[in-house]
């Protein structure tokens, strides 16, 4: 017998009830991440947190929501971790926030022993102890950022959920679980990577990218990797990871199908793990979409700030490419900063200039990035690039060290104090491709208009001119020797067709992260760049060969006759002949006193390319 299906009625209100709509909430959003000396990649902790979902919650109008924050694994007895989410709050008028913590575990007051035969009921529970959030109660104001602080601390095995009731002003209740998974090492937690990069079925050439792999242990670790799919071709099959590092496992795949999945065993130690790995093809090469913004911001416990802390590299085979990041030191102390280069042999190196600097308290130092690309076309995102930071040892330490170091080999001194205060991550993304065999024979009939922005001369649109039939007339010479060889194209032929490609990739795209509005701004006015603009405005505002107004004019007074009739003995003003040589010096003086002035301030970027900030 079929269950009849019911309906439910609506009750109708009584007769004189208010209609009353439904509340509309205070909205919050977590504007940024900072994680203090962290293990890995910000990026890693902005999607193991969710902070995208976090947000789509917070922005909603619900009541009430859930949430669960997953802190990557940990090996037991590591540093803490501290975290700080940037809170901004959206609404016009003042929010205040409270954090209660909810008991999850089972732990009951002990009968403790406090004295001389004095017993209490305490509550010694363990899981209290694995995060700490300092602030209790929140009050934001309109269109503020305030810093909500969470300490996670690992020294007891398993996994962990903590959870802590958020209360607003205005009623709402959330509810955010903290889940700690702290173990030793085991193998089977090893790699980073979830899901191999996007490849290109259209695109026939083989394309090497990295499945990153973690070491959480203080020692160094050798690995060995094998794998039995036809498509996955492993490159570095034995791989040593350093003690706290990120190491690539160089693959090259070719997909069979637009989903597929992959699989990569890692032994060590007579340990085998097997890891299945996604992997997509597809038609249309993607950059990383990720709303993790661009600029750190500072505190007390992040003193030292990368702006951008994410680059993205796109060159053809052989290329070198050069980008600029800037380093400010927000603390009152001169440090030292060293970069560590990254150099994988045949595929490509990272270098920078200067590697070896110091900066003074609020001051700001830009350094050159330079990727060179060898002969084998990669694709890598999440490029770990280390900045170490060292503290400046006076001259009696440096004799004390350099004595200590002779006799090292013989006493083994206990103490040895060093520099290292903590390092910086910078994300790097490099994608490479093979130069575009381009054909600059002439097909084209007489009349027939091509776009002049492709590339090729403004003057073939219009026929193939006294060029082309200077070329026709070579042609005919060697006619009966073979077919002519086309011409390589221009260095402004290629710079124009990337950048036409760039900007025809960039607007197919619905929505645009921080970078690529960069990237397709630039692209569009491609005449003027963003040091060009800067130059340009600090001349605007310098007073620097520029009439004061102070200075008293002379007045000349000239008759008709005077004008129209000059007399021979009337003073000619002298003109002054300037070459192109004393042009160029004033430009360039110019040019190196407004550098040095930007270099003092290091917001040295216009405010319409990078996001708005407090």
């Known amino acids: 017998m079929s269950e009849s299906t019911t309906i439910p009625i609506k009750t109708p209100l009584p007769c004189g009830?208010?209609?009353?709509?439904?509340?509309?909430?205070?909205?919050?959003?977590?504007?940024?991440?900072?994680?203090?000396?962290?293990?890995?990649?910000?990026?890693?902790?902005?999607?193991?947190?969710?902070?995208?979902?976090?947000n789509k919650k917070l922005r909603s109008?619900?009541?009430?929501?859930e949430h669960t924050i997953v802190i990557p694994i940990r090996q037991i007895h590591s540093q803490p971790l501290k975290i700080i989410f940037w809170v901004r709050n959206l609404a016009s008028t003042e929010t205040t926030l409270t954090l209660k913590r909810i008991q999850n575990c089972q732990c009951q007051p002990l009968r403790t022993q406090v004295g001389f035969n004095q017993y209490r009921q305490l509550f010694n529970c363990p899981h209290r102890r694995l995060l700490h959030i300092s602030q209790e109660l929140l009050v934001i104001k309109p269109d503020e950022v305030v810093a909500l602080t969470a300490t996670a601390y690992f020294f007891l095995y398993g996994d962990h959920l903590l959870t802590y009731e958020v209360n607003t002003d205005d009623k709402r209740k959330f509810l955010w679980h903290f889940h700690l998974e702290i173990s030793d090492f085991h193998p089977e937690k090893c790699l980073l990577t979830k899901e191999l990069l996007p490849v290109n079925i259209k695109n026939f050439s083989h394309v090497t990218q990295p499945i990153w792999v973690q070491n959480i242990t203080m020692?160094?670790?050798?690995?060995?990797?094998?794998?039995?799919?036809?498509?996955?071709?492993?490159?570095?099959?034995?791989l040593t990871v350093p003690r706290q590092s990120v190491w690539p496992l160089l693959v090259d795949y070719r997909p069979l199908d637009y989903e597929n999945e992959a699989e990569v065993f890692l032994t060590y130690n007579s340990t085998k793990a097997r890891y299945k790995i996604k992997a997509r093809g597809v038609l249309v090469d993607s950059n990383e979409e990720t709303e993790m913004p661009l600029k750190d911001r500072e505190c007390t416990d992040f003193l030292n700030v990368i702006y951008p802390n994410r680059i993205n590299i796109e060159a053809w085979l052989r290329e070198e490419r050069t980008q600029l990041v800037n380093v400010h030191n927000y603390g009152q102390k001169c440090l030292e900063f060293r970069w560590q280069s990254y150099i994988i042999n045949e595929?490509?190196?990272?270098?920078?200039?200067?590697p070896i600097f110091r900066l003074k308290s609020h001051h700001s130092k830009l350094c050159?990035?330079?990727?060179?690309?060898?002969?084998?076309?990669?694709?890598?995102?999440?490029?770990?690039?280390?900045?170490?930071?060292?503290r400046i040892l006076d001259r009696a330490t440096q004799i004390a060290k350099d004595e200590l170091a002779e006799i090292e080999s013989i006493d083994d001194p206990k103490w040895k104090e060093d520099s290292y205060l903590e390092h910086l991550f910078l994300q790097l993304n490099i994608r490479t491709s093979a130069k575009p065999a381009l054909d600059t024979s002439e097909e084209l009939e007489s009349g027939v208009k091509i776009d002049p922005t492709a590339g090729l001369p403004p003057c073939s649109q219009f026929g193939p001119g006294a060029d082309a039939d200077a070329d026709a007339g070579a042609e005919d010479s060697v006619k009966g020797a073979g077919s002519r060889k086309s011409t390589p194209p221009s260095e402004e032929?290629?710079?124009?067709?990337?950048?036409?490609?760039?900007?025809?990739?960039l607007m197919s795209k619905n929505r645009l992260c921080s970078n690529e509005i960069i990237d397709l701004s630039m692209a569009i006015d491609q005449r003027i760049t963003i040091f060009e603009k800067l130059f340009w405005k600090y001349l605007s505002k310098s007073k620097f060969m520029r009439i004061h107004q102070e200075r008293k004019r002379q007045k000349a007074v000239k008759?008709?006759?005077?004008?129209?009739?000059?007399d021979e003995d009337f003073p000619v003003e002298p003109v002054t002949e300037l070459d192109s040589n004393s042009i160029m010096e004033i430009l360039s003086r110019l040019m190196q006193e407004s550098i040095r002035d930007l270099s003092k301030n290091w917001v040295f970027i216009p405010s319409q390319y990078y996001e708005p900030s407090n």
């Open 17 to 54: 009830t208010p209609l009353r709509p439904s509340p509309i909430y205070k909205k919050l959003m977590v504007e940024n991440l900072t994680v203090v000396r962290p293990p890995i990649l910000k990026i890693y902790y902005w999607e193991s947190f969710d902070i995208t979902g976090l």
């Open 61 to 65: 109008n619900r009541a009430e929501h």
């Open 219 to 238: 020692s160094h670790l050798s690995f060995s990797f094998s794998s039995r799919d036809r498509g996955l071709k492993l490159l570095n099959m034995n």
């Open 347 to 354: 595929f490509f190196s990272v270098v920078f200039n200067p």
């Open 368 to 390: 050159v990035i330079s990727v060179t690309v060898l002969e084998r076309l990669v694709h890598f995102r999440r490029i770990p690039i280390v900045l170490e930071v060292h």
């Open 493 to 505: 032929q290629r710079l124009e067709s990337e950048r036409r490609e760039l900007i025809r990739r």
């Open 559 to 566: 008759t008709y006759e005077q004008v129209v009739c000059p």
